[in-house]
């Protein structure tokens, strides 16, 4: 493709940005690869530790997940024995990921000619908010309805052997993935890779809500949020 790979800043060092909502972790298997944070106080990062010491952010027997990294917050500090995490310097960190990802979603908005599912060439006709059970091509696509979902089977992205294909998915809505029957994925063949698939998501966004499991690709940036159960996932902001 002519375009490329929409720039995340210092959000692309980010597993998971939680906003001015903060992130709250349910369960006791989740681990995520990189940093997090929130633009809002430590308090509403909940159910997380990192390998600092004592840096842990409300967890209780229920509710552990682990970070492979930082977690960025504005003050308080969520623990007097953790002193270098709820600062004035992870609270401007967390503000340029806030910044940086709100300009990447307007980036993402910005580009143009998103295909319809249901008409474009290749695309295998059916519903224009149905990404299951379908195999596509490097492009943009454009929920006609304003919201995508993957339930009918999994999606495939096809490289065709470019390892630089990128997907850009546009919603004004939601995005939802499974149903509550069966979990569902996003797959990478021939090439495709997840730091070049962008899902931008006009409202909520929920991953395999009901069962968890399946496998999630690419780049998530919500306005309102993303919803996951356990599964194996990739590059996720929010």
């Not at 298997?29 to 990192?50: E, Q």
């Not at 006009?202 to 919803?227: E, F």
């Amino acid at each position: 493709m002519a375009q490329n790979p929409v720039n995340l800043g210092s959000a692309a060092n980010v597993g998971g940005f939680g906003g001015t909502a903060g992130i709250t972790n349910m369960g006791i298997h989740t681990v995520i690869n990189g940093n997090i944070g929130t633009s809002a106080v430590s308090t509403l990062m909940t159910g997380f530790h990192d390998n600092g010491p004592n840096c842990v952010y409300t967890e209780t027997p229920l509710n552990v997940g682990h970070v492979n990294g930082v977690i960025n917050t504005a003050p308080p500090a969520p623990t007097v024995g953790c002193p270098n995490e709820g600062t004035a310097v992870t609270a401007a960190i967390a503000a340029q990921a806030a910044l940086d990802s709100l300009t990447a979603y307007n980036a993402l908005v910005a580009f143009p000619n998103g295909l319809d599912v249901s008409v474009c060439p290749g695309c295998g006709g059916g519903g224009a908010d149905e990404l299951g059970n379908r195999t596509l091509a490097p492009g943009i696509y454009k929920a006609a309805p304003g919201s995508f979902s993957i339930a009918m089977g999994d999606l495939t992205l096809d490289a065709q052997g470019d390892p630089n294909a990128l997907w850009v998915f546009q919603m004004a809505k939601t995005l939802t993935v499974g149903t509550p029957t069966n979990n569902r994925s996003v797959l990478l063949v021939n090439g495709a890779q997840a730091k070049n698939v962008f899902w931008q998501v006009g409202s909520a966004a929920t991953i395999n809500g009901i069962l968890g499991g399946g496998t999630m690709q690419g780049t998530i940036i919500s306005q309102d949020g993303v919803s996951i159960s356990y599964c194996h996932s990739n590059a996720v902001d929010f």
